[in-house]
């Protein structure tokens, strides 16, 4: 009669449960990493318009008039061309 041992050492054969443990922890943690990419981006996305709303209303309140450019603006009359260059 075989040993227990020698019986093991010849049952070759796929580790089914392994197989299903090992993806269903590979699961887990995508879904933990998909769910922190999302936490992140929402979080994000609210602390950057924040910033952004803060600095509109910064600069909308520094000034009583309209914001003016600088350099004047001119409408064009004619058509301008370039001359070639031969």
Not at 6 to 29: E, F, M, N, S, Y
Not at 31 to 37: I, K, N, Q, R
Not at 42 to 63: G, H, I, L, N, R
Request: net charge positive; charged share 15%.
């Amino acid at each position: 009669m075989p040993s227990t041992d020698k019986a093991t050492q010849q049952k070759r054969g796929i580790d089914w449960p392994g197989i299903v443990g090992t993806l269903l922890v590979q699961l887990a943690v995508l879904l933990a990493l998909s769910g922190a990419m999302i936490f992140y981006l929402d979080w994000s996305s609210t602390a950057a318009q924040a910033e952004f709303m803060a600095a509109t209303k910064s600069s909308a309140t520094a000034s009583n008039h309209p914001w003016q450019s600088p350099v004047p603006i001119r409408s064009v009359k004619a058509k301008m061309s370039c001359p070639r260059k031969v």
